[in-house]
């Protein structure tokens, strides 16, 4: 074996040249995901790109059109805590407090967790919940995709070998919304069994928005716009609500693994996306 | 960089030198060439939480950083949370409460539960069963860990 080279590059364009120049090499963002995968020697890496030195992608900022630019560095446990996801959009905040524990979240990045795609992991179904958009940069430019196009298969994404994400990107939350983000795992810590997000709003006792992404069930967050749409208008009731959970079942493509059978996942789906509707509710209720 | 070369380490406030190719682990290069075998390798996977230690303050698996990456930052290990060479409050606590076993956890176990008494220094139960749910004990003794970490909180 030949020994990786490593690198610490400071510019967006000195990585993707890097990345560009060969198809084995990996940044490295938190080390959690990829440090893993070397020691157990699922992957080696011809050259290691640090991220570390490259400036542009650790900030938190608020865009002039209100979206919030979240750079690919930042790690979970400042998301955790970041101010300016408001209403709607603390299902990502949430989501970033139950990855893992206190350590892995000081270590591990957004951007490594969208890159990596683990199709257990957290962040990518509050991002399809949201509506974000990963921001990357790559061999010929710069270009933004919504998550709901990013995630494409198990394991697979958007990304090209020489493409880099440089930021989330996170539309300003639905007026007068509510978020609820819910993972279900054997023990606290664990990746989860399934998780959900939901960003919901009321106007008296009719959902004026709502948006319903379920995660673990499935190679990619199952998101449902026309079903989600269909409901608009409407209380939550539970015929209305049984109607759209069977629609997500139906969608759903879980697989049997050491956390839960395929089968348990499908009869959780209802019931889980019930609980966090409720919970949403209750939330709005408590603002209102 | 390439092969093995020379690298400067800020540890427990002293600047040590090392040899590390670009894959070697912090942990391999504090245990096995600095001598510091607080830190131990369970897992090697960032499950167990026995290799916690504190980079720039932050909680960090030291399995899981890279030796090179973590140059010119401040890293701290079990070792460096003595003070005076005398166990800290904290770590007389474990001693005092029978919280220490077989002791593959401690160290691990002692590094987390510091840094959650930084930001919250009267936790409740809850609150130390959150701050060390990234530390496995397979003596299982937990009970009498969070009774070590609640015995020195706020005095
Ligand atoms: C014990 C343990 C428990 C965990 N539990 C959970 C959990 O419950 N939920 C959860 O969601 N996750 C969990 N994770 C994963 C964790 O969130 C990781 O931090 C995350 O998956 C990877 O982030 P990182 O910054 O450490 O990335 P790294 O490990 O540095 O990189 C991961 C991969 O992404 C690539 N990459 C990194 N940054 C970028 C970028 N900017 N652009 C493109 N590609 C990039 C790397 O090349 C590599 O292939 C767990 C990890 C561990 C070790
Ligand atoms: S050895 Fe690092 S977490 Fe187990
Ligand atoms: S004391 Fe033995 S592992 Fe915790």
Redesign the pocket.
């Given at each position: 074996m030949t020994e990786a080279r490593y690198f610490e590059p400071e510019t967006v364009d000195e990585v993707v040249a890097l990345l560009a120049a060969d198809e084995d090499a990996?940044?490295?963002?938190?080390?959690?995901?990829?440090?893993?995968?070397m020691n157990a020697r699922l992957?080696e890496p011809s050259q290691l790109i640090s991220?570390r030195h490259v400036e542009e992608?650790q900030k938190i900022e608020l865009n002039e059109d209100g979206w919030l630019q979240i750079g690919?560095?930042v790690?979970?446990c400042d998301v955790v805590i970041a101010a300016e996801l408001t209403e709607g959009n603390q299902v990502l905040s949430q989501?970033a407090g139950?990855?893992?524990?206190p350590v892995?979240r000081d270590?591990?990045?957004i951007?490594?967790?969208?890159?990596?795609f683990?199709p257990?992991?957290?962040?990518p179904v509050a991002l399809a919940a949201l509506g974000a958009e990963i921001e990357i940069a790559g061999a010929n430019g710069r270009r933004s995709v919504p998550a709901g196009e990013f995630f494409i298969d198990w394991y697979e994404t958007a990304?090209a070998p020489s493409?880099?994400?440089?930021s989330i990107r996170v539309p300003p939350a639905p007026v007068g919304s509510a978020g609820i983000y819910e993972?279900l795992?054997k023990v606290q810590?664990?990746?989860?069994i399934a998780m959900v997000a939901v960003v919901m709003a009321m106007a008296g006792d009719a959902i004026n928005y709502l948006a319903v992404s379920v995660g673990g069930c499935g190679p990619t967050p199952i998101r449902l716009p026309d079903a989600e749409q269909a409901l608009i208008g409407g209380s939550v009731d539970d015929a209305a609500l049984q109607d759209f959970s069977n629609k997500l079942v139906a969608a759903s493509d879980p697989v049997d693994d050491v956390r839960a059978s395929a089968a348990y996942r499908k009869v959780l789906i209802p019931r889980f996306v019930a609980q966090a509707i409720d919970k949403a509710k209750a939330k709005l209720g408590e603002a209102s | 960089m390439s092969s093995s070369e020379t690298i400067a380490l800020k540890l427990n406030g002293e600047v040590r030198e090392a040899a590390a190719g670009p894959t070697t682990t912090l942990l391999e290069v504090i245990r096995d060439q600095l001598g510091l075998t607080g830190a131990k390798k369970g897992c090697n996977?960032?499950?167990c939480g026995a290799c916690t230690v504190l980079i720039d303050d932050k909680l960090a698996?030291a399995c899981?950083s890279l030796a090179v990456n973590s140059v010119g930052q401040d890293i701290t290990t079990i070792e460096g949370l003595t003070e005076n060479g005398e166990p800290s409050p904290l770590q007389q606590s474990f001693v005092d409460n029978g919280a220490v076993q077989c002791g593959f956890c401690t160290s691990g176990m002692i590094v987390s539960s510091h840094a959650l008494l930084q930001a919250n220094p009267q936790p409740s139960i809850d609150d130390v069963r959150d701050g060390l749910s990234?530390n496995v004990c397979r003596c299982s003794g937990y009970r009498k860990i969070i009774d070590a970490v609640r015995g020195v909180a706020g005095d």
């Open positions: 990996k940044c490295v963002a938190g080390g959690a995901s990829l440090v893993a995968m992957v991220l992608l690919a560095l790690r979970h989501a139950l990855i893992a524990n892995i270590m591990g990045t951007g490594g967790s969208v890159g990596h683990d257990a992991a957290d962040y990304l493409d880099l994400i440089t993972k795992a810590g664990d990746m989860g | 996977q960032g499950v698996r899981l990234g």
